[in-house]
């Protein structure tokens, strides 16, 4: 079993920059894909992007390709998501998300056995 909180949000303006994390305490974190997803105000769950166990693959959702980067440090049991270009449409609470023993970065939320308490990012000049 895993414990996960995220922290790093807050509000930024549009075409600014956060840096989220997720870190981790129980099971050693190296036994977990590690999943980043968002929830805006009355729009569903969404898959942000994910890690490999080993940090080597990530894969990412089309609407952030290219502006979000996931990382994993395995030795300090911390994921980040790093936010670039953020736009106000970024606006969501986000949350981490560990699944144990899987080969491939599931998408679908359901997929995931244990989760963050989410942070809150705003995007707004």
């Known amino acids: 079993q895993v414990h996960l909180v995220d922290a790093g949000g807050g509000l930024v303006q549009p075409g600014g920059s956060l840096r989220l994390s997720c870190a981790a305490s129980?099971?050693?974190?190296?036994?977990?894909?590690m999943g980043w997803f968002r929830q805006a105000p009355g729009k569903e769950r969404e898959f942000v992007g994910g890690?490999?166990?080993?940090?080597?693959?990530?894969y990412y959702a089309d609407s952030v390709k290219g502006r979000f980067t996931i990382s994993r440090d395995n030795a300090k049991s911390t994921v980040y998501l790093q936010m670039n270009s953020l736009k106000p449409e970024d606006t969501a609470v986000y949350s981490c998300?560990?699944?144990?023993?899987?080969?491939?970065?599931?998408?679908?939320?359901?997929?995931?056995?244990?989760w963050g308490q989410g942070t809150q990012v705003t995007v707004s000049s």
């Open positions: 998300a560990a699944r144990a023993n899987s080969v491939k970065i599931p998408t679908r939320a359901r997929e995931y056995d244990y």
């Open positions: 129980g099971r050693t974190l190296s036994s977990y894909v």
């Open positions: 890690i490999s166990r080993s940090g080597v693959s990530t």
